[in-house]
């Protein structure tokens, strides 16, 4: 019989872990501030699919091997660091050289599409914690008794589907917020606070050490 606890539990847990403010969370209010919502989907879609390359991997054995070398983890936290270090001084270089005309509403902005997915998708892979999230955490909802492939598989789109969700509701909330600040004030903060951003999760992630019995919350 199918305990409903444990998925409710499930949900709850990840979608506490989600709401957590992350580098995703960063570029979706950054586009969503800048671009708008709809254009902040492509980072989000982006995102999705690399938690879904993640969830993939772990389930495959690539995410316990990881864990259980140090040389491959310290080479994956040294890429993601450097990654989003890359991206926080784009950033806060783009918010000194921005001019007001380029924040103006009225002015056309092209979206392009590929470079935001491209950009949500190397945000959620160059991330190691996601790897301890998906290999650690999944196992403490999974029932041993039942098949395994349908469990990850069911695990797995809630949380895309709850990260995707929470993405777009910060996307739309750094949107509307820049009609109160005004259009050029606000992005021109946002950017600057992602860019800030980005730099702090970079040290994080090359100070941080992980634990095999660590549960890793965020996105």
């Avoid at 491209?118 to 996601?130: H, Y």
């Avoid at 109160?180 to 994080?204: E, H, K, M, N, P």
Wanted: hydrophobic fraction near 55%; aromatic fraction near 12%.
């Amino acid at each position: 019989m199918l305990d409903i606890s444990l998925p409710i539990s499930y949900v709850l847990a990840a979608w506490l872990s989600i709401l957590t403010p992350g580098p995703a969370i960063l570029l979706a209010m950054r586009n969503g501030a800048s671009q708008g919502v709809v254009a902040s989907l492509w980072s989000t879609l982006g995102n999705m699919l690399g938690l879904l390359v993640i969830s993939a991997s772990a389930a495959w054995g690539l995410g316990l091997f990881l864990l259980a070398s140090a040389h491959a983890m310290t080479a994956l936290r040294v890429a993601g660091a450097v990654y989003l270090a890359y991206l926080g001084i784009r950033l806060l270089v783009q918010s000194r050289r921005a001019l007001p005309a380029e924040f103006d509403d009225d002015a056309p902005r092209p979206v392009h599409g590929f470079a935001l997915a491209k950009e949500g998708f190397l945000v959620a892979t160059s991330n190691p914690k996601a790897i301890l999230f998906f290999t650690a955490f999944f196992p403490q909802f999974i029932q041993a008794d039942q098949a395994l492939l349908p469990q990850f598989i069911g695990l797995t789109t809630i949380f895309v589907i709850l990260s995707g969700g929470t993405l777009t509701g910060y996307a739309a909330i750094a949107s509307r917020l820049r009609k109160s600040f005004g259009a050029y004030v606000w992005r021109q903060r946002c950017t600057r606070l992602a860019g800030i951003g980005f730099l702090g999760f970079a040290a994080w992630i090359l100070l941080w050490k992980p634990s095999s019995g660590e549960k890793v919350l965020g996105t």
